[in-house]
């Protein structure tokens, strides 16, 4: 198409306004016969100003959506076509799928799809949305047949999915973005359960049941309730969805989830308590007493009132994220000679006159991650480090935490460096801030605005979301610790 100037695009009619507007203006030596359709105001202070008795929206849906009450583009109070849209003669002027149709009886600009037909000229994008006008790859899930991206997104394309509700049978494989199928998911329901079958409509009663069931299935489904059971798996992979589960064992001095050898397992959503006894009632505990490292990943997972420790892991690989660990008695985490991988969790209120407090991190791996987290108000023996306590080979980078409480004594390390972290006790290093964190108050360990520790994360950090999953940052930069404050 040859290059053409820009134009001003408005309505075309014998006035540009109502006849409310003419009786206004009677100074015009001309009578109002025909009232524009293409008046509008956007404001009770622009249709004021024009006599117009309330606020006059354009058409979204039409060829002028735009309500240009300064006139920047024509005649003031007129409903526009898109100013930013590209000009054109015909249809094949118009090479974006967002704009695929030359509107040649009004505008001449660009505009959206009507049907499918206006999207035939773009491979892979053959479907109008509906609400857009732009050509697209899906309207629906049925035009999304990947495994790995089986959701229809509002922008008209297919993606993975991102939580269980989004998939029919209740499970998605976050990692890989995948809906399981419902034959490869174990179900468990100890109001309806009983069986070995396991299935949606034959439930497990237990989810050692569910351990134990035959075939390859991996993902376990478990209704919400109280479950007391120690849930076992040695050699295992099993990924357990459970919000509204709390589990916590039937005998003393075991653990409510016992990991063993080369098994890998997540939990979502499920609470692990009240285990007893004496040092063995822990939340959970991973260990390769015989072979393999085992991989434990919780997410969403609440860990307390255990007379152990929270989590126990010994040459283990763990992941913990956006979880609450408060009130273990033995301390909250343990872990060594393996790898973590900890961020956006709340460490609270654990500990007693113990050797550990809230964490204790030795011999890990050097790239593991603590970053992210609150570790506040916990307690342990005396002269005992009641926050952390970070032994490493390698040098281990602890950044972005809170490491509080009301002991000067919070954290002990050898080989650890700590950056941009909050503590009432002076740390040196980078970025790190002295001071108290300032939070909401009692039990809640959210940080109020006047906290030192808003704002005042590694400028570096890319992590994107809180606890909450509120967005980081708010501010300038992210905050400290495992919440991101919302203004």
Known sequence: MPARSARLVYARGVDFRSCVVCA???ALSFACTTKNPEFCCSSVDSCGAVGAAGVVMCNGAGSRPFCDDLGAFGAAHTCVADPTAPVCDDTLDCTTPGRPVCDVSDTGTCMGCAVGADCARFPGL?????????????TGAEHCLATDQPICGSGGACRGCTADAECAAGVCDEPVGACVAEADIIYVDRATGAGTACMRLAPCLTMSAGVAAPGPRRWMVVAAGDYSETVTLDG??????????????????????????ASAVRLEGL????AGGNANGDGVRCAAPTSGTPTLAMVGVRIDGNVGFGVDANSCAVTITASTIVGNTGGGVSISDGSFAITNT?????????????????????SSVFAFNTVADNVAGGGIAEALICTSVQPQRIANNILAGSDPTQVSFTNCDFEFNLSNQGLGGSGNVT????FVGGTDFHLTLSSEGVDDADPSATLAVDFDGHARPQGNRRDIGADEVVP
Not at 126 to 138: K, Q, Y
Not at 348 to 366: E, F, M, P, Q, Y
Not at 435 to 438: K, Q, S, Y
């Open 236 to 261: 295992r992979a099993m990924t357990f969805i459970g919000p509204g589960v709390s589990l916590r064992p039937a005998a003393f001095d075991m653990p409510a989830m016992l990991v063993l050898n």
């Open 126 to 138: 053959a479907l109008c949305h509906p609400t857009s006008g732009a050509c697209v790859e899906c």
């Open 24 to 26: 206004v203006v009677g």
């Open 435 to 438: 001071a108290t964190p300032m």
């Open 271 to 274: 609470r692990l308590y009240s």
């Open 346 to 366: 709340f460490i609270t209120g654990n500990g007693a006159n113990t050797a550990i407090g809230g964490v204790r991190l030795s011999a890990n791996d050097a």
